[in-house]
């Protein structure tokens, strides 16, 4: 046994590393951060405002809603001949993802995924690990049952418009240390753990993974995402789970039902990168059957604005560690249990502690006895009194949100998925196929553009000097201690 007093000599090897990490950690930036929130939130605001007086104009024209998403590219009837332009549609953090665009129209002919470490061309599989930029559609409706996660590389959108297009199965979508995607118009749903295995990350890369959680949609490190007109439900973990240093992100027009917690955003309160998360959420409907984290957030800034929410068993909007949550127009529909009245939740944390959160509401519309609690010192005047972009009322929910889901079929999964019966803490129903038919638009307005598929250059991965500047730390000082102590420990 190494005698007490060898030991002291250790104690500033053993807490000076990770007390540097922690000083660098609470100063942290993520590059690709916006350095003005508050300019994104009003900016979102003009669009809305925008859209919203063109209906006003034009209400004469069906395909008009007030929601600027939509109205950016529905209008054009002929928009399966110019499918990337959806590429300049997103608002809020998202903004700047781009996906696929630029790049070649790849189809997805085949539905199976029976290779995972060698893919097939044809498959989706084969698709999102391609190196060079792609816009993936699909050649008609189609189920995919994935034998493991679906890790999709930089630059890809996923467009499921013109067909009926579900994914389900082992680990769902993963998006992991990348940049630029975008998933549209896609059915998730049922996604269960995967077993560890070897997965071909690129054509040149083949890496052996460990079990997933069963999340609908992972992203993690990644930034420039954009979630959008996707149905989500029943899935193991969580239904879209943004973590790990993840920013300028976009969740929008989705539809979430049957699932306990939905949306995770932030990884842990100890996980310091999360302070640079930035996301959006909008237009999205939150409908039956969910209980939790609509969404619960960790550390970042949060917008949530114009957004349906029909139920929920124990509270809306959730956090910790002290997130910045702006809620500006959404309509929020209580239980009827009179202990689940209130939207929002502060979790390890008392009233001390949260009283200076900025957790602001504004143009909210409170049904069935809900209410908002609201902390900080009120952020409402940085907004909107010289902004001239007061958020939209809750009032046109109905018409931003008359979409919200996979467009050309049934809005969420209800009648597609069959529930497991089974439920533990972390699951609210997994498993089961679907009931899966040939509705929809069965491919109208489809634009297969050329083919072909050239392996390019890698695409750009997330990997910032504050981390680098970290590992390198914590390796540094674990060799120092080994050493100390191993050399104690010498006869």
């Known amino acids: 046994m190494i005698p007490l007093i060898c030991i002291f000599p250790l104690f500033p090897l053993l807490i000076c590393p990770f007390l540097l990490i922690e000083a660098a950690a609470n100063n942290l930036t993520l590059s690709y951060q916006h350095p003005n929130p508050e300019a994104v939130v009003q900016e979102v605001q003009r669009r809305i405002l925008t859209s919203a007086s063109n209906v006003e104009l034009n209400d004469q024209l069906s395909c008009t809603t007030g929601n600027p998403i939509d109205d950016c590219w529905q209008c054009d009837p002929n928009w399966g001949n110019d499918r990337q332009r959806l590429a300049d549609c997103s608002i809020g953090f998202g903004q700047g993802a781009i996906g696929g665009k630029g790049g070649q129209i790849y189809v997805v002919t085949d539905s199976s995924d029976n290779n995972v470490a060698n893919p097939q061309p044809g498959t ?18 189609m189920q995919i049952k994935l034998s493991h996660q679906l890790i999709v590389s ?23 240390d990348v940049s630029n995607v975008i998933i549209h118009n896609i059915h998730v749903y049922n996604c269960v753990p995967s077993g560890s295995g070897d997965i071909r990350l690129s054509p040149t890369q083949v890496e052996h993974k460990g079990k997933s959680d069963g999340d609908g949609i992972s992203i993690h490190h990644s930034r420039d995402i954009w979630v959008d007109h996707c149905a989500v439900s029943r899935c193991t973990d969580g239904l879209i789970d943004v973590t790990e240093g993840s920013t300028a992100v976009t969740i929008s027009n989705n539809y979430f039902s049957h699932h306990d917690k939905v949306m995770l955003l932030g990884h842990s309160d100890n996980y310091m990168l999360d302070k640079g998360m930035q996301v959006t959420i909008a237009f999205n409907h939150f409908g039956v059957q969910l209980v939790q984290r609509m969404p619960r957030c960790r550390h970042g800034y949060f917008h949530v604005v114009n957004n349906d929410y ?35 939740k502060r979790l ?79 699951e609210n129903g997994s498993g089961g196929d679907p009931t899966f038919g040939n509705y929809g638009s069965g491919g109208e307005g489809i634009s297969y553009g050329s083919g072909g598929i050239a392996f390019g250059s890698s695409g750009k991965q997330l990997l910032s000097a504050a981390n680098i500047f970290m590992s390198l730390l914590v390796i540094s000082a674990l060799e120092m201690i080994s050493g100390n102590i191993a050399a104690l420990a010498l006869p």
């Open 310 to 344: 029909t139920e929920w068993k124990m509270y809306a909007i959730g956090g910790s560690a002290a997130p910045t949550i702006i809620s500006q127009g959404n309509r929020y529909v209580a239980p009827n249990d009179d202990s689940s009245k209130q939207v929002t």
């Open 124 to 141: 989706l599989r084969f698709a999102v690990i391609q190196v060079e930029p792609l816009w993936i559609i699909f050649s008609a409706n």
């Open 154 to 176: 930089s630059f890809k959108t996923i467009d499921g418009r013109g067909a009926s297009v579900y994914i389900t199965g082992k680990g769902c979508i993963t998006v992991q």
């Open 348 to 426: 390890d944390a008392d009233k001390g502690d949260w009283a200076g959160w900025e957790w602001i509401s504004e143009g909210d519309l409170m049904v069935n006895g809900a209410y908002f609690l609201p902390s900080g010192q009120g952020l409402n005047n940085l907004y909107f009194k010289d902004s001239g972009a007061e958020p939209k009322s809750a009032a046109m929910i109905d018409r931003l949100t008359s979409n919200a889901g996979v467009l050309g079929g049934p809005r969420d999964n209800g009648d597609h998925t069959s529930q497991n019966s089974r439920t533990n803490p972390d």
